[in-house]
């Protein structure tokens, strides 16, 4: 498996007569870690909907090693193409192992049994994510986060060149965030993954896209983007950013009731 090249070229999207992005580009190289960080509303999973094909751009493209993904059949870019995302709504009437057995659906044939490859790759998936020992029990009884850890199982079944995951941390205990991110950055593949947590961003991304208001307002190694100057423009939070010590990694520090309006006047952050 050798990972994917994934370029986003200025892509629209809307919802009826809303614009939730507006004429985004950004390149993830293949075996990058490419976070999406912005606030609420900002268009993360708006954008990631159109790279797996739930949003359909107005304009511009989503290319997949040089190829439109818009036009490939399905099954060749699940082939490619994973995704953890928000809403899959997931009630579904099947045991742990029967769902990570999903992610090698766009390998198989229809009514192909599972293979001994297939069983050892959903073993492998399920205790990347320390969920082996829930592989018999019954998804939807699952408590949030150990849902969210069988929906990534379930991607890395799939062997994807280039996943695209919405919050893949929301609902996990902080040893199980960083279990999981450190999995993904380990992946021969290229990571897409929209986050909040801008320290494990700052750790865990090779480089960072900055949305506001659907557009992409700062770009680049996480060192370079956030900037206490960013943080009070676009979240409009006082910060303090340091380099941790012992990781070297960016380290932001919010101040509670800080005045970050008096810092925004003037602020340019056109993106690397
Ligand atoms: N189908 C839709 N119809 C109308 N508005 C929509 C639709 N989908 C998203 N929006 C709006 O588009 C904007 C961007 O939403 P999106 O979910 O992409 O943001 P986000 O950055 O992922 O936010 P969050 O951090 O809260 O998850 C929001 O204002 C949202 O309300």
């Not at 990347?128 to 029990?137: N, S």
């Not at 206490?228 to 919010?254: C, I, K, M, N, W």
Request: charged share 20%; proline share 6%.
């Amino acid at each position: 498996m050798t990972a994917t090249e994934l370029v986003i070229e200025g892509v629209t999207l809307s919802a009826g007569a809303r614009r939730l992005v507006r004429d985004v580009s950004l390149t993830a190289r293949p075996g990058e870690v490419i976070g999406l960080v912005g606030p609420n509303g900002s268009g993360k999973s708006s954008l990631l909907r159109a790279v797996y094909r739930v949003l359909r751009p107005d304009t511009g493209q989503v290319r997949v090693d040089g190829a439109d993904a818009w036009a490939l059949p399905p099954r060749r870019l699940a082939r490619t193409l994973a995704a953890v995302v928000q809403e899959t709504g997931a009630d579904f009437d099947l045991t742990v192992r029967e769902v990570v057995a999903m992610g090698r659906t766009p390998h198989k044939r229809l009514l192909d049994g599972d293979t001994a490859k297939d069983a050892r790759l959903i073993s492998r998936a399920l205790e990347a994510v320390d969920a082996a020992g829930l592989a018999d029990r019954a998804f939807d009884r699952l408590s949030g986060g150990e849902r969210q850890r069988v929906l990534i199982a379930r991607a890395l079944s799939q062997q994807p060149s280039l996943l695209v995951l919405d919050e893949p941390t929301n609902h996990l205990d902080v040893r199980h965030q960083l279990e999981v991110l450190g999995h993904l950055r380990a992946l021969p593949a290229t990571v897409l993954v929209a986050l909040h947590d801008l320290n494990l961003a700052a750790y865990y991304c090779d480089r960072l896209y900055v949305l506001r208001d659907g557009a992409v307002t700062a770009s680049g190694p996480p060192g370079e983007v956030l900037t206490p100057l960013l943080l009070a423009e676009v979240y409009g939070v006082a910060a303090e950013v340091s380099v941790h010590p012992r990781t070297g990694a960016p380290q932001v520090t919010f101040l509670p009731g800080g005045t970050a309006g008096a810092v925004v006047a003037g602020a340019d952050h056109s993106g690397s």
